[in-house]
C-alpha cells in the first residue's frame, strides 16, 4: 500500500510563487503517472499538470507557462513549481499517482491566492 502526502501550501499574495510536494511512503516502484489537480467548492477535481514515462508532461492551459512539473526520484515523486499565482489558482491540490496498475490520492494541500 501507497501513501501520499502533499505540502508546500498556504496563503499567498497574487504574483507570488509557490511549490508544492509530494511525498510517499512505501515502495513507488513501478509509477507510471503522477498529477496534480485542484478542487474548489462546488465543483469536480481537475488535473492541472501531470508528468509520465520519459518525463512526458502535460499542462492544462489555465497554468501554461507559468507551472512545472518535475519528477523527483526520491520519496518526493513530483514537485509542482507554480509561479505568477492568481487569485483564480486558489484551490486544494492534491497529487495522484498511479503505481503498478493502482491509483492513490494525497489528501490535500490548500492553496489560497489573494489579491
Known amino acids: 500500500q501507497v501513501q501520499l502526502v502533499e505540502s508546500g501550501g498556504g496563503l499567498v499574495q497574487t504574483g507570488e510563487s509557490r511549490r508544492l510536494s509530494c511525498a510517499a511512503s512505501g515502495s513507488i516502484a513501478g509509477v507510471n503517472f503522477v498529477g496534480w489537480f485542484r478542487q474548489v467548492p462546488g465543483k469536480q477535481r481537475h488535473l492541472v499538470a501531470s508528468?509520465?514515462?520519459?518525463?512526458?508532461?502535460y499542462y492544462a492551459d489555465s497554468v501554461k507557462g507559468r507551472f512545472t512539473i518535475s519528477r523527483d526520484g526520491a520519496k518526493n515523486m513530483a514537485a509542482l513549481q507554480m509561479d505568477s499565482l492568481r487569485p483564480e489558482d486558489s484551490g486544494v491540490y492534491y497529487c495522484?499517482?498511479?503505481?503498478?496498475?493502482?491509483?492513490?490520492w494525497g489528501q490535500g494541500t490548500q492553496v489560497t491566492v489573494s489579491s
Open positions: 495522484m499517482a498511479n503505481i503498478r496498475g493502482s491509483t492513490y
Open positions: 508528468i509520465v514515462k520519459f518525463n512526458t508532461t
